[in-house]
């Protein structure tokens, strides 16, 4: 399933970046400063699978870290908060996609927004399908305020700091979106996590035939299928973790969790060295350095 695989219907309200690869442009005000390149990867098959993962390890590594440190549900959330703040920094400050830095963001940013929808349900009291029409509402003003200022959604032009800004920013509430309809259907309304990962397999099955069949917004169709990958993978990580009273295969967090993650660092590693999620100008640039 790829999505965004063209942007001739977007108009960027920004130049485009000079093609000579060792400048780059740079417009008044510093949140407008046009960057190098993309940061963000192309969507390929390999996208879909490692976001899959990563945000089943979000669950996981969420329930692991809060059941074996002793922190609590707050102090967790606060490290894991300031961990990934400091790989944003390191993230924000490259001048092109970088595959482990941009992985490693998304996988904490998959466990904090994990943490921040279970303290909201578990330490605040807010019901689940409250918190879940709140990211809603979230989502959706961070879309309406991306657009409105830069014109589009996509993440092909993921080439500014206020646009990254607005992605990671819409990537935490699709994290924290996704694990509060979740749990609010594998839990609260007893549907269980196997038949919650078949359901939300099917939407996005839905969403790529419509983009197929019905032409779907490329750039729509891509959101709404990185909202629907979220549950998607907390339902696969809670079957596989839970016990098996609870309607899970009983492997446990610390299983999960180091097999999903040693998997994510294996594809990393093969595409830092192929660059098949990167442009075929980006991937001449990189075999000619």
Known sequence: MTYETSETAEVSPEPSAPSAPSTAAVTSGGGHRRLRCNKVPEVTAYFWVIKVLCTTVGETAAD??????????????????????????????????RPGVYWLSVALISVVGTLV???????????????????????????AVWYRREHTLSIHS????????YYWLAVLFTFALGTAAGDLLAERMDLGYWPSALL??????????????????????????????????????????QAHGDGGLGLGTVVTSVLFLAVVLGLVVFLTLTHKDVTEERRQEAHAR
Do not use: C, H, K
């Open 117 to 143: 929808s279970d303290n909201l349900t578990d330490n605040i009291g807010v019901p689940l399908p409250v918190s879940t029409a709140v990211f809603a509402l979230a989502l959706a003003v961070v879309f």
């Open 64 to 97: 692991l870290l809060n059941e074996n440190l002793g922190m609590g549900l707050t102090g967790v959330s606060a490290l894991m908060s300031v961990l990934l703040a400091a790989v944003l920094v390191v993230q924000f400050r490259t001048s092109a996609y």
């Open 158 to 165: 993921i080439d500014t700091v206020s646009r990254e800004a």
């Open 200 to 241: 939300f397999a099917l939407a996005i099955a839905v969403v790529a035939l419509a983009r197929r069949t019905l032409s779907l917004d490329a750039v729509w169709g891509f959101w709404i299928a990185y909202v629907l990958t979220r549950p998607l993978g907390a339902s696969l990580g809670d079957y596989l973790s």
